[in-house]
């Protein structure tokens, strides 16, 4: 054993050395101890192997569904004929499905444009600010204040009376009591 622990190594100066093995290999995290290492030619401990993974056919769908988007149609617009990619097509149908009020639609293009960052409101803010006459502002404060006030979110401490207390003033202690709290 302890001659093969010592290994002869050739000196680029042609003599031969002997050099012990614990000065070249350092035991450690990611180094077990050539005892225990695998030998060469030694039956694997793991003959199957690592199993594969599942081949995934998501990047192959994704692939297929850009160039189908991307793919260019001729279509009528007016008396002209123009190329447009499917993609740009069924976002112009969705938007006149969206117009003739097809809630599907409504609720389709609303995600579309909050997922893009698209603001579908950009034109209408001046007309809708014209809408709002001084009257009508009138009208939506009277509908506000015919409303019930909020609940509060939190109820207000209930404390018990002095005489109740027995002379613990300087101590404060808190109970929960049938869903009031009480400090004491």
């Given at each position: 054993?302890?001659d093969?622990a010592?290994e002869?190594?050739?000196?680029?100066?042609?003599?031969?050395?002997?050099?012990?093995?614990?000065?070249?290999?350092k035991?450690?995290?990611?180094?077990?101890?050539?005892?225990?290492?695998?030998?060469?030619g030694?039956?694997?401990?793991?003959?199957?192997g690592?199993?594969?993974?599942?081949?995934?056919?998501?990047?192959?769908?994704?692939?297929?569904?850009?160039?189908?988007?991307?793919?260019k149609?001729?279509?009528?617009k007016?008396?002209?004929?123009?190329?447009?990619?499917?993609a740009?097509?069924?976002?112009?149908?969705?938007?006149?499905q969206?117009?003739?009020?097809?809630?599907h639609a409504r609720r389709?293009?609303m995600?579309?444009?909050?997922?893009?960052?698209?603001?579908?409101?950009a034109?209408?803010?001046?007309?809708?600010?014209e809408?709002?006459?001084?009257?009508?502002?009138?009208?939506?404060?009277?509908?506000l204040?015919?409303?019930?006030?909020?609940v509060?979110?939190?109820?207000?401490?209930?404390?018990?009376?002095n005489?109740?207390?027995?002379?613990?003033?300087?101590?404060?202690?808190?109970?929960?009591?049938?869903g009031a709290?009480?400090?004491?």
């Amino acid at each position: 054993m302890i001659d093969d622990a010592i290994e002869k190594i050739d000196d680029p100066t042609g003599e031969e050395a002997t050099q012990s093995s614990d000065s070249q290999y350092k035991v450690g995290p990611g180094h077990p101890p050539l005892e225990s290492q695998f030998k060469k030619g030694a039956p694997s401990p793991n003959p199957k192997g690592r199993p594969r993974k599942n081949a995934s056919i998501a990047p192959d769908l994704k692939k297929a569904l850009e160039e189908a988007l991307n793919k260019k149609v001729k279509v009528k617009k007016g008396e002209a004929q123009v190329l447009l990619s499917k993609a740009n097509l069924s976002i112009e149908q969705l938007v006149n499905q969206f117009a003739q009020g097809d809630r599907h639609a409504r609720r389709d293009l609303m995600d579309m444009a909050k997922q893009l960052g698209v603001d579908l409101l950009a034109d209408q803010k001046g007309k809708i600010q014209e809408a709002i006459q001084p009257s009508h502002q009138a009208i939506l404060d009277a509908y506000l204040a015919r409303q019930p006030p909020p609940v509060p979110t939190h109820q207000p401490r209930v404390q018990a009376p002095n005489e109740l207390r027995d002379g613990l003033m300087d101590r404060r202690l808190t109970r929960k009591i049938g869903g009031a709290i009480i400090d004491s």
